[in-house]
């Protein structure tokens, strides 16, 4: 039995992040130790309407944390739990900007994805947390400041709180990422929130979700109604997969403006959006694309932003950590900025496990957010940056792919050359994060 205080850690931010964390350090039956509170600006934890793939390294967090099961009920049929055991579709590549679309690759790897609603992983990131973890709604963090009793936390709804560990996972504009950026620095609040501004990637996204009924109905060969698809074509391409057990495709047409990619989004970066406004976008892709782009339910309109790379995701202190959006936003090109965050969130709480299993007289938190930052700092930021060069992939944008423009058919060594760029760019997706997470702890 412990004599000492529990360490208090401050969850800022519910989302898949924040969730996950909550989800894996309550595994590690650490309550002796230590108190979990989650703060969150919302009423209420929600997720878009919309679909997140899920890669093998995610996945296999998801099980260590004894979720595989709830999360397998929701797979849509003909996609199985990744196991690395055989080599599965990951997603189909078509170049698609020509009445009569051509194949680029079946990209095949130990594992796949596989797809789900963002609402279920929530729910079952929920039904999984205990109630000693406690959940405040209505918490919007202004910002912190360190103190000698701890960080306090001063929200928006007038309340102030103080912790000894604060975890930022409040997204892609992350007021904890703001305070941390300011530190050592005589910024005014104006000049914070600009620092820490997410910059433009200078793509603008579609998304919706469309009655899978429907698609079958006009087009029943359509791909993505059974698999990932990627919809190639010149400075734009579309993402479309099956979900909520095959009742819906998850759709999302990426629209890049070139030049455009590190300046700021000036007004609203989410706006609604209606089927006048995509109707003419892809007017000569093939017929699949067509059916995915008539059949739109209130589709939504997103400016894609990411966070500047940040060369450190903790304060001086040791005492604030980033995790997910808040450290490394970068989108959804790679499909897997939930992964990261879950990624983040799972390393996070096993060093926290080890620092207390150290048994030492503290627990000693600037250690726990050394080893977390040398671990995630460097392998999250060029992941973020790969994710952008996969928009320069899908759309021709590279050097070489230059004249593939709408109706030119890309001749067989550049198929293969860009089929053998996307494979490389995603191998990492099925490492398993066994080893790196025990070299993590190794450095304790
Ligand atoms: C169009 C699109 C498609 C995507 N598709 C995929 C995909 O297929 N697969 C995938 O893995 N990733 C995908 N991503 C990326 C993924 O959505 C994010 O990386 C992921 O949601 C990050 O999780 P997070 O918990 O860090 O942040 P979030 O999910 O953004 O959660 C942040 C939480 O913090 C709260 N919050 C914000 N500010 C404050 C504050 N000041 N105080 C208190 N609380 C606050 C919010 O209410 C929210 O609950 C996609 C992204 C986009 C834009």
Not at 70 to 93: I, N
Not at 414 to 423: G, H, Q
């Amino acid at each position: 039995m412990s004599t000492s205080p529990k360490l208090r850690i401050a969850v800022v931010g519910g989302g898949i992040g924040g969730l996950a964390f909550a989800v894996a350090i309550s595994k590690l039956n650490l309550e002796e130790f230590i108190t979990v509170d989650i703060y969150d600006a919302s009423t209420k934890l929600s997720q878009v309407g919309a679909g997140i793939a899920f890669f093998p390294r995610g996945w296999e967090i998801m099980k260590h944390m004894g979720l595989e099961e709830d999360l397998e009920a929701k797979l849509p049929p003909g996609q199985e739990k990744p196991t690395l055991d055989k080599e599965r579709l990951y997603y189909q590549t078509r170049k698609s900007n020509q009445s009569v679309g051509t194949h680029i690759s079946d990209l095949k790897l130990p594992g796949g994805s596989v797809t789900l609603h963002r609402a279920d992983v929530q729910t079952i990131l929920l039904k999984h947390l205990p109630t000693a973890i406690r959940c405040h709604l209505s918490h919007r963090l202004k910002g912190y400041v360190e103190t000698n009793e701890g960080i306090r936390l001063n929200f928006e709804n007038g309340r102030t709180v103080l912790c000894d560990l604060m975890i930022g996972a409040d997204g892609l504009h992350s007021a904890t990422r703001k305070t941390l950026l300011s530190e050592g620095k005589n910024w005014t609040e104006q000049e914070a929130i600009q620092q820490s501004r997410p910059l433009w990637t200078g793509v603008h996204v579609y998304r919706y979700v469309a009655d899978a009924a429907l698609i079958r109905q006009v087009c029943p060969e359509n791909r993505a109604l059974s698999k990932v698809m990627l919809y190639c074509g010149k400075n734009k391409h579309i993402v479309a997969f099956p979900m909520r057990q095959g009742e819906l495709v998850n759709i999302v047409l990426c629209i890049s403006n070139p030049g455009q990619e590190g300046t700021y989004v000036d007004g609203p970066t989410v706006t609604e959006a209606t089927q006048d406004d995509i109707a003419d976008l892809f007017e000569g892709w093939e017929e699949d694309v067509q059916v995915l782009v008539k059949n739109t339910l209130k589709p939504s309109r997103w400016a894609i932003q990411y966070v500047k790379p940040l060369d450190r995701y903790v304060s001086q202190s040791g005492r604030v950590i980033l995790l997910g959006d808040a450290a490394h936003a970068t989108g959804p090109f790679f499909a897997n900025g939930g992964g990261l965050a879950i990624e983040d969130a799972f390393f996070l709480a096993n060093i926290i496990g080890k620092a207390i299993k150290a048994q030492e007289s503290t627990i000693d938190v600037p250690k726990i957010a050394r080893i977390y930052n040398e671990v995630r700092q460097p392998f999250c930021n060029s992941k973020a940056a790969g994710s952008l060069e996969l928009v320069r992939h899908y759309q021709f944008l590279e050097p070489g792919f230059e004249e593939y423009g709408d109706g030119v058919d890309l001749p067989a060594e550049k198929v293969s050359e860009l089929a053998k760029l996307l494979a490389e760019s995603v191998a990492w997706t099925v490492d398993s994060v066994k080893l790196d997470l025990e070299r993590a702890l190794a450095l304790w």
